[in-house]
């Protein structure tokens, strides 16, 4: 009928078939070809059931998220939706790959829905900091109960086909080959027994709520922690309230008005850049997507350190082999014993079973045998930070590697260019940079040298994803993207509390923003004597150190720990920060308000951002933002440093930062990028 939608008449079933590749999103113009195709099957006197089926990789994946946030075009989700829920001729969804967002909520208003196996559905629209806004939040607990349809719409995950079943979203699970033919039967079966065709509106069992509105503000009050900061999950509760209040079609007016609410604001905007930002960070201009990779199927790391045993676990939860490779035995020994303590504490909380903990350790081999590494596809080096060091063990792996094998360093702040010219083979070595836990943090920077080959660096990008890690492309600098980026933050904390706000202050204005804990929580945390050990001045911390504070580890650190780690404020820190003001000459000390701890500690940080991204160390701004998110938890709502400086005006960042310059010097002064897309009235996007 159009390119987008086909239709075909197989004796009394009609079939719609969508075709809009790459995922089948409901743009406004998929919508109308699906208006258009649907009447003209109800209009066919000879068509008495209506399957509506997707091409391609996938059943729809909801609305085109490049148009939310615009006013809907004609015909609107819920102009559509109502009109096949509607039809007296009854409607099959025929689900494959993901139906998600929009497109589960198209199959909801469908009388029937009928599944692969290999099936997912869900409604992820929370991690676009929106809610279901095509009924949702109206018709998903009518088929599956009110608590049931809170978890799933605010957990946002996709569940799999069978548990979909047993929840009573879907009707049925037919055969992953014959879909299409399977829901032409099933509709067929529906025909010829007269089985009843109930519409999802008109369903009203699930809703009874004997608790009111108080089951609601209970659900708010146990979730407040996880829902801080954002603003869509206390709105999705209210929209599911809505549902058991109210009739359909004024819950369906309530959800509009609180799905527009949200569209039009700015978090929401955030977290939809932050969807495409995840993906464009994938596509590097001369890496192409064809680019051969190499085989990686065994791995080898050095140093069985925190870094080291957490790098070594990434890879062995992906069912690689690992030879992790140590100097001492009994430093392999606890390296061992770490790991082996991480996934059985996995296996306890029952995100993993105790085969898949045993089928990981299978694969890792613990060794002192350096020469063994001649082996493996990949080594990555994760020792000592040290120049020496690393030139070192990288100059014994020249001599021994595989020819075509990557060798990869996880430095944080080193010269990948010199550690790679310690080799011969400068093209095959790249940084492969996790964060700490390197385990859990999703970030993982891949760092590009001077001469790193295009196939090895499209190998890294792919790896990464493999082992579930969101990849992000960085140049050579001190710090790469994401450590140089925060580092004015950690920084600047320290200078300012100096000047009189205190560190519980500071962390708090930090967290308010979003964060999950402030800069002086997190030097505590990781300790005092591993964050910036290289550096041999003066420093808060050094005074620290030689207090033998070294944080939650020992001592305390900026803050007092009682036994359950319950921070206090620090009488000894504050004695350590007033003695260092007054050695630094800063006699002049006071309160500031929130807005100028935050562009104190946050404006250096968009500053230091646009450097990265004039000396080409990060591909784009987004980039730049997603290792924040990625990498610090930098809060999503936001997106991230560069997008949320656009979100308040380059031209208030830049003048921030000029008062800085004025009273503290040049550190604070504006970037030339920055200034110039001030100047034009620009954000960096
Ligand atoms: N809108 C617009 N573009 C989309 C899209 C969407 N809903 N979903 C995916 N895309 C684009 C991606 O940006 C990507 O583009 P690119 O190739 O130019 O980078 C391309 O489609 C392929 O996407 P992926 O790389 O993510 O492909 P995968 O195969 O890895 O994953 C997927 C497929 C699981 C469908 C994943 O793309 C996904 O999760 N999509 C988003 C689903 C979603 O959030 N839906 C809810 C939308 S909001 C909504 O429906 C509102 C409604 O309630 C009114």
């Known amino acids: 009928m159009t390119d987008l939608v086909t239709t075909r008449i197989d004796g009394e079933i009609g079939l719609l078939i969508v075709d809009s590749p790459p995922v089948n999103a409901l743009s406004h113009a998929v919508r109308r070809a699906v208006l258009h195709g649907f009447e003209a099957l109800t209009a066919d006197v000879t068509v008495r059931a209506i399957v509506i089926?997707?091409?391609?990789?996938?059943?729809?994946?909801?609305?085109?998220?490049?148009?939310?946030?615009?006013?809907?075009?004609?015909?609107?989700?819920?102009?559509?939706?109502?009109?096949?829920?509607?039809?007296?001729?009854?409607?099959?969804?025929?689900?494959?790959?993901?139906?998600?967002?929009?497109?589960?909520?198209?199959?909801?208003?469908?009388?029937?829905?009928?599944?692969?196996?290999?099936?997912k559905v869900g409604l992820p629209e929370v991690h676009l900091g929106i809610l279901p806004g095509a009924g949702g939040t109206q018709r998903l607990p009518r088929l599956i109960g009110?608590?049931?349809?809170?978890?799933?719409?605010?957990?946002?995950?996709?569940?799999?086909?069978?548990?979909?079943?047993?929840?009573?979203?879907?009707?049925?699970?037919?055969?992953?080959?014959?879909?299409?033919?399977?829901?032409?039967?099933y509709a067929r079966t529906v025909l010829s027994e007269g089985s009843p065709v109930v519409a999802t509106r008109d369903r009203t069992d699930r809703l009874a709520n004997p608790d009111g509105s108080s089951l609601f503000d209970d659900y708010k009050a146990k979730n407040a922690r996880s829902f801080r900061g954002f603003k869509a999950p206390d709105l999705i509760v209210e929209a599911v309230q809505a549902a058991t209040e109210l009739s359909f079609d004024q819950g369906l007016?309530?959800?509009?008005?609180?799905?527009?609410?949200?569209?039009?604001?700015?978090?929401?905007?955030?977290q939809r850049y932050?969807?495409?930002?995840?993906?464009?960070?994938?596509?590097?201009?001369?890496?192409?997507?064809?680019?051969?990779?190499?085989?990686?199927?065994?791995?080898?790391?050095?140093?069985?350190?925190?870094?080291?045993?957490?790098?070594?676990?990434?890879?062995?939860?992906?069912?690689?082999?690992?030879?992790?490779?140590?100097?001492?035995?009994?430093?392999?020994?606890?390296?061992?014993?770490?790991?082996?303590?991480?996934?059985?504490?996995?296996?306890?909380?029952?995100?993993?079973?105790?085969?898949?903990?045993?089928?990981?350790?299978?694969?890792?081999?613990?060794?002192?045998?350096?020469?063994?590494?001649?082996?493996?596809?990949?080594?990555?080096?994760?020792?000592?930070?040290?120049?020496?060091?690393?030139?070192?063990?990288?100059?014994?792996?020249?001599?021994?590697?595989k020819p075509d094998a990557i060798l990869a360093s996880?430095?944080?702040?080193?010269?990948?260019?010199?550690?790679?010219?310690?080799?011969?083979?400068?093209?095959?070595?790249?940084?492969?940079?996790?964060?700490?836990p390197a385990n859990v943090m999703p970030l993982l920077e891949i760092v590009r040298g001077e001469k790193t080959a295009i196939d090895v660096i499209a190998t890294g990008m792919q790896l990464a994803r493999k082992i579930g890690k969101k990849p992000v492309l960085s140049g050579v600098c001190y710090g790469f993207i994401a450590n140089r980026l925060m580092d004015p933050r950690l920084r600047q904390a320290e200078a300012l509390t100096l000047e009189g706000p205190t560190p519980s202050e500071i962390d708090r204005v930090i967290r308010d923003y979003g964060f999950a804990m402030g800069p002086f929580?997190?030097?505590?945390?990781?300790?005092?004597?591993?964050?910036?050990?290289?550096?041999?001045?003066?420093?808060?911390?050094?005074?620290?150190?030689a207090l033998d504070r070294l944080g939650q580890k020992k001592n305390g650190g900026f803050y007092d720990y009682d036994e359950k780690r319950k921070p206090s404020p620090s009488p000894v820190a504050r004695e350590v920060i007033e003695t260092f003001a007054r050695d630094e000459g800063?006699?002049?000390?006071?309160?500031?308000?929130?807005?100028?701890?935050?562009?104190?500690?946050?404006?250096?940080?968009?500053?230091?951002?646009?450097?990265?991204?004039?000396?080409?160390?990060?591909?784009?701004?987004?980039?730049?933002?997603?290792?924040?998110?990625?990498?610090?938890?930098?809060?999503?709502?936001?997106g991230g440093p560069m997008f949320w400086a656009g979100t308040i005006g380059l031209d208030r960042v830049v003048s921030g930062l000029r008062e800085l310059q004025a009273r503290h010097g040049d550190t604070f002064k504006p970037a030339k990028l920055l200034e110039e897309l001030a100047a034009k009235n620009q954000g960096f996007a």
């Open 53 to 119: 089926a997707c091409a391609g990789r996938t059943f729809f994946a909801g609305a085109d998220i490049s148009e939310l946030g615009q006013p809907e075009q004609s015909p609107g989700f819920n102009e559509l939706f109502n009109r096949i829920e509607a039809s007296e001729k009854p409607v099959v969804a025929a689900i494959h790959g993901t139906a998600l967002g929009g497109g589960l909520e198209l199959a909801l208003a469908c009388h029937f829905r009928l599944a692969v196996p290999s099936a």
């Open 586 to 638: 800063i006699v002049d000390r006071a309160t500031q308000s929130d807005d100028q701890i935050l562009a104190r500690l946050l404006y250096p940080v968009v500053n230091e951002g646009a450097h990265i991204l004039e000396e080409g160390i990060a591909l784009r701004a987004s980039d730049i933002d997603q290792a924040a998110i990625l990498g610090y938890g930098w809060p999503v709502y936001t």
């Open 410 to 436: 996880n430095t944080s702040f080193l010269d990948l260019d010199e550690i790679a010219a310690a080799t011969r083979r400068p093209e095959q070595v790249i940084g492969l940079h996790f964060f700490s």
């Open 274 to 401: 932050a969807f495409f930002a995840e993906r464009d960070a994938l596509k590097i201009p001369d890496v192409p997507s064809d680019t051969p990779t190499r085989p990686i199927s065994s791995v080898g790391v050095i140093g069985a350190g925190t870094m080291g045993g957490g790098i070594a676990m990434c890879f062995l939860s992906a069912g690689i082999p690992v030879r992790l490779v140590e100097l001492a035995q009994a430093a392999l020994d606890r390296g061992v014993a770490v790991i082996r303590a991480n996934y059985d504490a996995s296996a306890r909380k029952g995100r993993l079973t105790t085969e898949q903990v045993d089928r990981a350790m299978s694969l890792l081999t613990p060794t002192l045998d350096f020469d063994s590494l001649a082996e493996v596809d990949l080594i990555i080096e994760a020792a000592f930070e040290s120049m020496a060091v690393k030139k070192d063990i990288f100059s014994r792996l020249d001599a021994l590697a």
């Open 253 to 270: 007016a309530r959800e509009t008005s609180l799905f527009r609410t949200l569209a039009a604001g700015t978090q929401s905007a955030a």
């Open 521 to 545: 929580q997190m030097i505590d945390l990781v300790g005092l004597d591993v964050i910036d050990r290289d550096s041999n001045a003066r420093s808060l911390r050094s005074d620290l150190v």
């Open 146 to 185: 009110i608590e049931p349809a809170l978890a799933f719409i605010i957990g946002g995950r996709p569940i799999k086909a069978q548990e979909a079943l047993d929840q009573g979203i879907l009707d049925a699970i037919v055969s992953e080959e014959g879909l299409q033919e399977d829901a032409i039967a």
